[in-house]
């Protein structure tokens, strides 16, 4: 019986050459102090703005030698917007106060997975990963 030596074949995977890293540094949502609103005799509606911003980290580090082969940093940002009426009056002694809105804000998910797809395209735009 033979042992079996370490030889790299054509069409053999071998161990990785590189990593992919990367965190996200910054996610903040705040309220803008801007907006609409206005009741007349207890009837109108409301207009408020919000916006979150995400930013990501990326590196590619050649496992070999340890060097950052390429590194990128990304931000971007979403803007939602919440839309709500209102109806409240008086009905004797009963009081009576109606009220609906209507939000329209894209998800976090969407934003960092925007920032990662362009991440990816200019990594493939780099070369670094192509021998």
């Known amino acids: 019986m033979s042992t079996a030596a370490a030889s790299t074949e054509t069409g053999v995977l071998t161990g990785p050459q590189y990593m992919i890293t990367g965190s996200i540094t910054e996610y903040q949502i705040s309220k803008e102090s801007g907006g609409l609103g206005l009741v007349i005799a207890g009837k109108g509606g409301t207009q408020e703005y919000a916006r979150a911003s995400v930013a990501l980290d990326l590196r590619v580090t050649h496992l070999s030698s340890g ?20 109806l409240f009056s008086f009905l004797g002694k009963n009081i009576v106060e109606f009220e609906t809105g209507r939000g329209k804000q894209q998800v976090i998910n969407l934003v960092v997975r925007t920032l990662l797809e362009e991440a990816v395209f200019k990594l493939v735009q780099s070369g670094v990963l192509t021998n």
């Open 67 to 86: 060097e950052v082969v390429w590194a990128e940093s990304l931000k971007g940002e979403i803007i939602g917007e919440k839309i709500g009426i209102q």
